[in-house]
């Protein structure tokens, strides 16, 4: 099931947490310029829902321009490292809690912005999960997904994904930016927008605006 999915991908995280910041620092100009185009995508005054937050790259960056943040993720570790860096950096508007995003305790519709980022080429069930972040974002919000394009990694990012591999890591799904296209067609949900952020392993910033108020 995609509970025992999360479960088994837990290990890795836990253990990575405290080398996941400087390991983001090695595509770092990629990480900085997905995170700026996730917040100038977010609408002002609102509540902000960041899936699979990891260390709190996004949510960081979000909070100051944002009501609230929501920064939930699997790992307690990861978590615990997002918290102190809110705390170094002054922010009290982030809430943080463990949560699976494939079964998130909120109504449809809760969110005018929703965001994961960079965890569905991980995944068995992306689309399950998509579904799911589509389904608390609210009738006229916004849904972000950037993610990886493994598919398109330079030769640095290969060697260290080779690396991660040896500490536990797995990846799923290598997309880049035409099959990431595909994905979203072939669960019909609407892609207003893929943006391209460049770098050593280049982000696809997966864009959805739940337009009509009758859309699930």
């Given at each position: 099931t995609a509970s025992f999915i999360c479960n088994m991908s837990r290990t890795?995280?836990?253990?990575f947490a405290g080398l996941y910041d400087l390991a983001e620092r090695t595509n770092g100009r990629t990480v900085q310029g997905m995170a700026a185009g996730v917040v100038r995508r977010l609408p002002e005054d609102?509540?902000?829902?960041?899936?699979?937050?990891g260390t709190g790259e996004i949510s960081l960056a979000a909070a100051p321009f944002v009501r609230r943040v929501v920064c939930p993720d699997l790992s307690l570790p990861m978590l615990d490292r997002a918290r102190k860096k809110a705390a170094k950096q002054g922010l009290s508007n982030i809430v943080f809690q463990q949560r699976d995003l494939f079964c998130l305790p909120d109504e449809d519709g809760t969110y005018v912005a929703v965001c994961a980022a960079n965890v569905l080429h991980l995944l068995d069930e992306p689309a399950k999960a998509v579904t799911e972040l589509w389904r608390v974002t609210a009738p006229g919000g916004v849904l972000l997904l950037p993610t990886f394009l493994m598919g398109e990694a330079g030769p640095l990012m290969k060697l260290?994904?080779?690396?991660?591999?040896?500490?536990?890591?797995?990846?799923?799904?290598?997309?880049?930016?035409?099959?990431?296209?595909?994905?979203?067609?072939?669960?019909?949900?609407?892609?207003?927008?893929?943006?391209?952020?460049?770098?050593?392993?280049?982000?696809?910033?997966?864009?959805?605006?739940?337009?009509n108020i009758r859309e699930g």
């Open positions: 890795f995280w836990d253990q609102t509540d902000f829902l960041e899936c699979a937050a260290l994904v080779a690396l991660y591999r040896l500490l536990g890591f797995r990846q799923k799904h290598a997309f880049t930016r035409q099959s990431y296209q595909t994905f979203f067609e072939g669960i019909g949900l609407p892609l207003a927008e893929l943006a391209i952020v460049p770098g050593r392993l280049p982000v696809g910033l997966a864009v959805l605006r739940k337009t």
